[in-house]
T-cell receptor, first 113, second 113 residues
Framework: EAGVTQFPSHSVIEKGQTVTLRCDPI?????LYWYRRVMGKEIKFLLH????????ESGMPNNRFLAERTGGTYSTLKVQPAELEDSGVYFC???????????FGQGTRLTVV | GDSVTQMEGPVTLSEEAFLTINCTYT??????LFWYVQYPGEGLQLLLK???ADDKGSNKGFEATYRKETTSFHLEKGSVQVSDSAVYFC????????????WGLGTSLGVNP
């Protein structure tokens, strides 16, 4: 069974450009989470989907970040326009229920220069 | 709000040494506690977990006991191997509060042969 897949694995973009990260959760998992780790800091929650609905987006840094999960399958996280402080590793996770184990992807390392 | 404080690294040990990585938490209610590991070039993997006080999680020779009286979940291994070199993250999940993982800073462990 395929795990959580994220791509790209790395992205280097210039300040002001747009980047879209993608996450394919484990098939059948209704819950999808985005997290981010900025260098030297703890992993921080960004948002949580239940199927196609945003259950909690309290961790989204600002309105330059837009997450979607059309059809309740894969999710995208768009950063537009990117700023230097957006650099970090973006992790996606999925789970089958509210109290079950979350499975993580390998992460996307975003570098904004 | 809920928080996790984790021993800072990096930690460097010789093979077969004893490992302790300290983790304490602050949370309302009855959180579940986790240790995740990220090996070089890979995603986050669940290492072990404990869902209630006095539970001991164990996996791959690692152990951690959920101590409510000291609000701790320290990770231990009696004899580390080179293959244990990775970044270790302590995290809590509070289904009754915010329904997302709250993370420690991560501790980088290097094991020398």
């Amino acid at each position: 069974e395929a795990g959580v897949t994220q791509f790209p694995s790395h992205s280097v973009i210039e300040k002001g450009q747009t980047v879209t990260l993608r996450c394919d959760p484990i098939s059948g998992h209704d819950n999808l989470y985005w997290y981010r780790r900025v260098m030297g800091k703890e992993i921080k929650f960004l948002l949580h989907f239940v199927k196609e609905s945003k259950q909690d987006e309290s961790g989204m840094p600002n309105n330059r970040f837009l997450a979607e999960r059309t059809g309740g399958t894969y999710s995208t996280l768009k950063v537009q326009p990117a700023e230097l402080e957006d650099s970090g590793v973006y992790f996606c996770a999925s789970s089958g229920g509210m109290n079950t184990e979350a499975f993580f992807g390998q992460g996307t390392r975003l570098t904004v220069v | 709000g809920d928080s996790v404080t984790q021993m800072e690294g990096p930690v460097t040990l010789s093979e077969e040494a004893f490992l302790t990585i300290n983790c304490t938490y602050t949370a309302t209610g009855y959180p579940s506690l986790f240790w995740y590991v990220q090996y070089p070039g890979e995603g986050l993997q669940l290492l072990l977990k404990a869902t209630k006080a006095d539970d001991k999680g164990s996996n791959k020779g690692f152990e951690a006991t959920y101590r409510k009286e000291t609000t701790s979940f320290h990770l231990e291994k009696g004899s580390v191997q080179v293959s244990d070199s990775a970044v270790y993250f302590c995290a809590l999940y509070n289904a009754g509060n915010n329904r997302k993982l709250i993370w420690g800073l991560g501790t980088s462990l290097g094991v020398n042969p």
